[in-house]
């Protein structure tokens, strides 16, 4: 199973982007996924969380209240709608779906299908 992550690219603060994840190979079904960045010279971080069924989301603090993860499991795809981007959302973004867990995690090793990732800079 692959998935294939999209959307990235080069935007000034306080744009906007959406991120798209779609899998292929099979479907997300009633898993989980999420999304987690990593920036230069850092670890990988979560950045949000979706239930299978879309009932349940978590975020970060960093970018709570900004970015929105949501779901369509009729053609699935779950996107990230990233809003009020800052310098300091620069990063890969990387989709990721868990192979068994409906409820949503924020913990990476919970995940054991991962994207290619796709970048995001953001101008100051």
């Known amino acids: 199973v692959q998935l294939q992550a999209y959307g990235g690219g080069l935007v000034q603060a306080g744009g906007s982007l959406r991120l798209t994840c779609a899998p292929s190979g099979r479907t997300f079904g009633s898993c989980a996924v999420g999304w987690f960045r990593q920036a230069p010279g850092k670890e990988r971080e979560f950045v949000a969380t979706?239930?299978?069924?879309?009932?349940?989301?978590y975020y970060a603090d960093s970018v709570k209240g900004r970015f929105t993860i949501s779901r369509d499991n009729a053609k699935n795809t779950v996107f990230l709608q990233m809003n009020s981007l800052k310098p300091e959302d620069r990063a890969v973004y990387y989709c990721?779906?868990?192979?068994?867990?409906?409820?949503?995690?924020?913990?990476?090793?919970?995940?054991?299908?991962w994207g290619q990732g796709t970048l995001v800079t953001v101008s100051s």
């Open positions: 990721a779906a868990s192979t068994y867990r409906t409820g949503a995690s924020k913990l990476h090793y919970d995940y054991g299908y």
């Open positions: 979706i239930s299978g069924s879309g009932s349940d989301t």
